[in-house]
């Protein structure tokens, strides 16, 4: 076999009665999973599983440094198929000689670096310093004209019908243990599922117009059986996911081309920094307001409504006490805490004639 001809596989197989029909190792002083056998008539021998491939990925993750019991359970994750790309040992040995790490994209065709290199460097010699700047002034225009023809993208499901093929739809749906719900983890090339615009990633709301958000893999695979040679999914890629749970809204036909739901975020906010500046501030404006306004404003009118509560004998200790009736209430006690500390400390008037008297009470 030639380099030309080496080149990864991508095996999917479907569970037989008995299985897949091969058997997983690991091997001394290499990394990853190798197939050590593959049974005669099995569903692994019938999708071209080899003794002796190395496996790459398996759904579409890659598992070269994970154990054997990860890859294990990788391939138990995804109920009565797995999709593994594996590659044999020739194949193994000239990605490594050119530096490649191997991906689905090369089963048909590994690319050799050093041919696409010189046809690179070739490129740059051709152009001249005018050529490179009404080139750039081109891709500035184009890009520019872009931004104003193509407007802001509307998020919304999309709705995906095809009929089954000789091999199937050609998708792969998997479940995922940190997220809700059943995505599309693979499509198959010039499949059904990739002609009618389902894509890697998506989230599946709806199969044949039932929601099926809430629902077990298995009830969801049983509800695509059951439209016989044709299904229609509705789906949603995972940034249009995103806007739909944030708005809090369950995606559904109706948005195909209706009206979309509004992300509401700055009525949020705004109540809850309003609750908050209410809660906090607002004691503190008065003592601000009274030291901020003209000398007229704090003198005259406080004066008045606090003549009935403080002495007019008070002079200096008044405005103190004035003062402190437009504070908080914390403030305020502790302006009179204060006062009656100053009143406290100050000696009584002393009848001079019974000072031997008060001096031996003591």
């Known amino acids: 076999m030639t380099k030309e001809q080496l080149r990864p596989r991508l095996c999917v197989i479907e569970k037989g009665p008995s299985g897949y029909g091969f058997h997983l190792h690991g091997e001394k002083g290499k990394t990853g999973q190798f197939i050590r056998l593959v049974e005669a008539a099995s569903p692994a021998e019938r999708a071209g599983l080899r003794a002796g491939d190395k496996v790459i990925q398996v759904n579409g993750d890659s598992v070269e440094q994970d154990s054997h019991q990860q890859v294990v359970q990788k391939i138990k994750a995804v109920a009565e198929q797995t999709r593994l790309l594996v590659v044999d040992r020739e194949t193994d040995e000239l990605l490594r000689a050119r530096g490649l790490v191997c991906k689905e994209e090369y089963i048909n065709g590994i690319p050799d670096p050093t041919e696409s290199g010189q046809g690179q460097q070739a490129e740059p010699e051709e152009k001249s310093p005018v050529a490179e700047t009404k080139a750039a002034d081109t891709v500035s225009q184009s890009s520019s004209e872009k931004d104003m023809s193509d407007p802001q993208k509307e998020l919304r499901p999309r709705l995906c019908r095809m009929q089954k093929g000789a091999n199937g739809y050609g998708f792969n749906l998997h479940s995922e243990k940190s997220k809700v719900g059943q995505y599309i983890r693979a499509v198959d090339a010039d499949s059904p599922a990739e002609r009618s615009g389902l894509l890697p990633q998506d989230r599946i709301i709806e199969v044949n117009g039932e929601n099926v958000e809430g629902k077990q893999h298995s009830d969801v695979v049983t509800a695509i059986k059951t439209g016989g040679t044709e299904t229609s999914l509705l789906v949603v890629d995972p940034e249009t996911d995103e806007f739909f ?112 008297e008060l001096f031996s009470n003591l």
Do not use: F, Y
């Open 245 to 356: 749970k944030k708005c809090k809204v369950s995606p559904s036909v109706a948005h195909l081309t209706g009206p979309l739901p509004q992300l509401i975020v700055n009525g949020d906010i705004e109540q809850k920094v309003n609750g908050d500046v209410s809660a906090t501030v607002t004691p503190t404006p008065a003592p601000s307001s009274n030291s901020s306004s003209s000398p007229s404003t704090p003198t005259t009118p406080s004066r008045d409504t606090s003549a009935p509560i403080v002495k007019p004998q008070l002079d200096g200790d008044k405005t103190a006490g004035e003062v402190g009736l437009s504070l908080s209430t914390s403030a305020a006690e502790a302006k009179e805490k204060v006062h009656s500390k100053r009143s406290s400390k100050r000696a009584p008037q002393m009848d001079w004639s019974k000072k031997n």
